[in-house]
């Protein structure tokens, strides 16, 4: 298990991932939402998708906003108001950060899911997973007291020295890896939600394809060949980003022996920024894999800069003379 240092505001590591956290997040806060309204713009102007593809891809930026939000919120308990705390800061505020972004994500992914798979009626999917998310908080929110009981009850036998730290991390560490643990499955449920429901995108579209008539079948196979480059890239997006993630998740938490200590906290930073910038790394990847993506993209851009160019009307001197000469 990873060892922890009792002063680690003084470790040159710590100092090191302090900085990120107070420079680097903004930065990649704002690339973020950058890169999601560039998503949203292009996507609503795409023909490349059909009505519940574009839906559940927007919700998709739209819980990346807010994930990105919160985990702001996050780095500023842990940084600012909290800054001798160890590398998570306070359980609370931490681990409500990620069950928030957690739940809004999934609740998104499973409920486009019903919409492609089952339904094609949104009251109906929404109705259904409105049950299964409330049965999800119920367990979260078990989940997350056993947690805080943990931290406050069975670990505070560890005199801090400080009271207002008695919902933070003592200096005895060994039970946390289990909530790293969760942690971990949080971030591998989410992709693989949101792979299966991208995949099933795909085989609806081929079914579709097979089925349709065979004078339309070039349009269908058009259509069918730009939403497949759409899907694979963004599935594609998710893998590369979320791989490395969990890996460096089960690095961090100690469940696997190895050379790395807490003390350096180099897995940390890596973790990190690598956490922050996934969704971002998720837009260019779809940008440079989806040719079609790429192009709709520029479309949209041009079509906004149009509409935002004020229309100067030429008068058709040719056209005014004629009437001049008629009117005489």
Known sequence: MANYTN????DSGYRLQHLLGIYLTPAIFITSLISNVALIVTIRNAELCNKS????????????GVYSC??????????????????????????????CGFLTVWYASLMCFDY???????KIAIKLRTRT???????????FAAAIYINTTLLNNVDTGNTSQSFCRPNNEEIYWVLDFFDMIFNGLIATM????????????????????????????KFSSQLTHCVVAIASAHVFTSLPVIFLRILASGII?????????YPFIILHVLYQIRFTLNYFIMFTLSPE?????FNSIRSMKSRRRPQIRIPNQAAESEMIELKG
Not at 7 to 10: G, I, L, R
Not at 293 to 297: E, S
């Open 257 to 265: 022996p190895q050379n790395w200590t807490f003390n350096n906290n």
């Open 7 to 10: 002063d680690t505001a003084t």
């Open 293 to 297: 993506f790429r192009r709709t993209f």
């Open 133 to 143: 998310a409330a049965r999800l908080i119920v367990i979260l929110v078990a989940l």
């Open 116 to 122: 492609i798979l089952y339904f094609r009626n949104w």
């Open 70 to 99: 919160l985990s702001l919120l996050t780095w500023a308990e842990l940084f600012g108001i909290r800054s001798k705390s160890t590398e998570y800061g306070c359980l609370p505020i931490t681990y409500a950060m990620n069950i």
């Open 194 to 221: 949101t792979l299966i429901t991208l995949c099933i995108c795909i085989i609806k579209e081929v079914r579709n394809f097979h089925k349709s008539k065979p004078e339309t079948n070039g349009e269908v196979g």
């Open 53 to 64: 593809t574009v839906v559940y891809i927007i919700s998709q930026a739209v819980a990346d």
